[in-house]
């Protein structure tokens, strides 16, 4: 009668286990011979319920990377015409009829064929092996992306549901109203992205108008361009020649009358002449600058000038009816 496991310790158990041929004794404890004290199963310590992490020796060395037998630049490794060619045969001419060969050669013709064949046998095989480990690989991956599919297109459990802390529909990421916000933000910035695209695409005809006018206004002026040494006389003579036979150019008519050149405008002016404007302009600013301070001095300090310009202000508006 095999004993109830649940009943007794596991010492106990042990040890009826291992004599249970025998008369069972009216001592439950442990006996010695059965159970010792170096024993880890002396002293009765219940184990849990998730079993302990396999221990694996490690070796010591370092195994070489496996070679890979099929590489993908050769997808007809393990087909029949590959093993045919592999393990091809001598040509008959090449061939040595059976009786002349000596017992070595004869040796050497039974060892390539048994070579042959085993070539033949280990490709079909370790392709077979591959092949199967690949289906299974995939129907595995396969399985897990339909369980994981499932598990996210579950509904929510009752319980669940019925004990989760309240959450708003604002905070709640799946959620009609989050999902219509969502919606509402990728709807403004893609209306924001395509007005940006129309912005740059009419800036970039604007800029091509531009081009296209200024390209226009100098093929239309190309025709007074200088292009020869004739030309070139010609517009020389027009701008720098004073004869008065010639007739007067309307750039060059000043206050002294018409010319036919620009010298028509008299000397160029030196740089003395340069020189003096500049500190003229300079002494005149200052002094105008002067002038201007002190009249707003005195203005600021005339109580009269200001009274005076009040009335003038008022007489203004009401001779013009509006506000000065």
Request: glycine share 4%.
């Amino acid at each position: 009668m095999e004993p109830i496991k649940g009943s007794i310790c596991r010492s106990c158990r042990q040890r009826l286990s291992t004599q249970h041929h025998k008369a069972r004794p009216f001592s439950t404890s442990a006996t010695r011979r059965v159970v010792p004290p170096e024993s880890p199963h002396y002293v009765d310590i219940p184990s849990s319920y998730q079993p302990y992490m396999p221990y694996f020796k490690q070796q010591k060395g370092t195994l070489p990377v496996p070679r890979e037998l099929f590489p993908a630049s050769r997808p007809d490794k393990g087909s029949p015409e590959y093993l045919t060619n592999a393990t091809a045969d001598p040509l008959d001419k090449n061939k040595t009829p059976t009786h002349k060969l000596t017992e070595p050669a004869r040796h050497r013709t039974k060892m390539s064929e048994v070579r042959k064949s085993q070539l033949r046998e280990g490709l079909t095989g370790l392709h077979a092996r591959k092949e199967a480990e690949i289906n299974t690989m995939a129907r595995a991956s396969r399985a897990k992306q339909l369980q994981r599919d499932a598990l996210l297109k579950q509904s929510e459990r009752e319980d669940a549901r019925l004990t989760n802390v309240s959450t708003t529909k604002e905070m709640d990421p799946n959620s009609t109203t989050s999902l219509a916000a969502l919606e509402a933000e990728v709807a403004i910035t893609k209306k924001l992205h395509e007005q940006k695209l129309a912005n740059l695409e009419r800036v970039q005809a604007e800029k091509d108008a531009i081009k296209m006018d200024a390209l226009h206004t100098l093929y239309m002026n190309a025709r007074k361009f200088v292009t020869t040494e004739k030309q070139l006389d010609e517009m020389i003579r027009k701008q720098f020649d004073s004869d008065p036979n010639l007739t007067s150019h309307a750039d060059f008519e000043t206050t002294r009358g018409k010319g036919t050149s620009m010298w028509n405008f008299g000397p160029p002016d030196s740089v003395k002449d340069m020189v003096n404007e500049a500190t003229n302009k300079t002494r005149n600013e200052s002094m105008a600058n002067a002038m201007g301070r002190i009249i707003k001095d005195t203005v600021a300090t005339s109580a009269k000038f200001r009274k005076d310009q009040e009335r003038m202000r008022k007489i203004a508006e009401k001779l013009s009816g509006g506000k000065m």
